[in-house]
C-alpha cells in the first residue's frame, strides 16, 4: 500500500522568528563590550605590539645615544604600551561622598581611608590619584587647572614622581607619555608619545631625565604633590576629586597585585650597582629631597609618617621630594646624593 503525497515540508529548527533575534542581540551586546574594552586601547594609540618583553633592541627606541649602563635596559614582560597609560579624555573622577557611594552599591573596596593616594593641587583644584590605580596603569596623564600633569607611579621600585608635560616649552602643546615597556634599574621606563613614534625618547621615572633618543639629557620639570592616605588626604581637601580609573578595571583595582613581590627583600630584576651595605633592606621606603641642580639628600621614611613634598609653584628652584625605594634611587644616583642620613639611621658606617 502506497503512502499518500503530502505538501507538508520539514519543520525549520531554527528561524530567525524563533532565534534570530536572540543571537541579533547578543551579537549587539557583545560588540558594545568588546568597543568599551578597546576604547582605552584606542586612545592610546590601538597599535600593534612592538616589543617581545626581553630584547630592549624590539621596542623600535633608538638606543644609539643610550646614557646609562646598557646591561640595566631590560624587557619587563610587556610590550611597548603593554600596560596602558590613561589619557586625559579618559580621566573620570568622583567626590569623596560619591566614593563612598561605589563603596555602598558596588561593594568594592577601591579606595579604602588607608589606602595610599598622589594628591596634587594647582590653581585652587585638588585631585587624588590612588595607588590602587596607578599599580595598574603606572602612568595617568591628566590636566589639573591650567597644569598639563604626569603622575607616575613605579609598583617595583615604590617610586612616586610628578612632572609637567610640557617638557617642550611653555609654547608647545603638552606631551602624553606611554609605559614604554622597559625597566631600568626594576624602574619603570616612560616614553614620549609622539605621531607616528618617530622621535620618542626614554624617560626612566627616577632618572629624572631622557636617557636615550632625541632629548636625551633633558630634564623632567618636577611638580610638587603629597603621597599620603586618602583618609589624610581628604581631612586636609574636603573638596578634592579622586580618579576613578578605567571603570571596565574597577574590580581589579580592589587587588594587591604586588603583595608577594613587596613581602621579601628579593629582586626580579637587575640591578646595578646595588646599594652595598648589609643594612637597611633594599626595598627600605626613603625619602629623597634636593634638585638635579643642587645634588640630593636622602633619608629613611618614618613608619607612619605623612609624606608630603615642596608646595613651591613648578617654577620655583624650590626643592622637590621624591619617594622610593631604596635600592632604585642608589642605582641611578649613587654619586650625586648624600646617604649619610640613612647609614645614621641604619646604625652608622
Do not use: C
Amino acid at each position: 500500500m502506497s503512502t499518500p503525497p503530502t505538501d507538508d515540508k520539514p519543520e525549520k529548527l531554527f528561524t530567525f522568528a524563533s532565534a534570530g533575534w536572540v543571537l541579533l542581540l547578543a551579537g549587539f551586546f557583545t560588540l558594545v563590550a568588546a568597543a568599551i574594552v578597546l576604547y582605552p586601547v584606542y586612545e592610546t594609540g590601538f597599535h600593534r605590539s612592538v616589543g617581545d618583553g626581553h630584547d630592549p633592541k624590539s621596542y623600535g627606541f633608538d638606543l644609539s645615544n643610550l646614557t646609562i649602563d646598557p646591561q640595566t635596559l631590560v624587557g619587563s614582560g610587556f610590550p611597548k604600551d603593554g600596560i596602558h597609560a590613561i589619557v586625559p579624555s579618559l580621566v573620570e573622577t568622583a567626590t569623596p561622598a560619591e566614593v563612598e557611594l561605589i563603596h555602598q552599591n558596588e561593594h568594592l573596596n577601591f579606595l579604602i581611608p588607608t589606602d595610599l593616594v598622589i594628591g596634587l593641587e594647582f590653581d585652587g583644584q585638588t585631585r587624588a590619584y590612588p595607588i590602587r590605580v596607578l599599580n595598574q596603569h603606572e602612568i595617568i596623564n591628566d590636566v589639573l587647572g591650567n597644569t598639563p600633569v604626569a603622575v607616575t607611579w613605579s609598583p617595583l621600585s615604590n617610586s612616586a614622581v610628578v612632572f609637567d608635560r610640557l617638557i617642550d616649552g611653555p609654547t608647545t602643546p603638552a606631551i602624553e607619555f606611554g609605559v614604554s615597556g622597559l625597566l631600568i634599574d626594576s624602574t619603570t621606563v616612560l616614553f614620549d608619545r609622539r605621531p607616528g613614534g618617530v622621535g620618542e625618547s626614554l624617560w626612566p621615572q627616577l632618572a629624572l631625565k631622557a636617557v636615550a633618543g632625541p632629548r636625551v639629557n633633558h630634564p623632567l620639570p618636577l611638580l610638587p604633590f603629597t603621597l599620603t592616605t586618602w583618609k589624610s588626604w581628604t581631612a586636609a581637601h574636603a573638596d578634592t576629586r579622586a580618579v576613578l580609573g578605567l571603570r571596565t578595571l574597577k574590580t581589579q583595582y580592589t587587588y594587591e597585585p604586588y603583595s608577594t613581590y613587596l613581602s621579601t627583600d628579593d629582586l626580579k630584576f637587575p640591578v646595578h650597582p646595588l646599594w652595598p651595605h648589609p643594612r637597611p633592606p633594599l626595598k627600605t621606603p626613603i625619602r629623597v629631597t634636593g634638585t638635579l641642580a643642587t645634588g640630593w639628600e636622602a633619608q629613611m621614611e618614618k613608619p607612619g609618617a605623612e609624606a608630603a613634598t615642596s608646595s613651591a609653584p613648578a617654577t620655583s628652584p624650590s626643592t622637590f621630594t621624591i619617594h622610593t625605594f631604596l635600592f632604585a634611587w642608589y642605582a641611578l644616583h649613587t654619586n650625586d646624593t648624600d646617604y649619610s642620613a640613612i647609614e645614621k639611621q641604619a646604625g652608622g658606617k
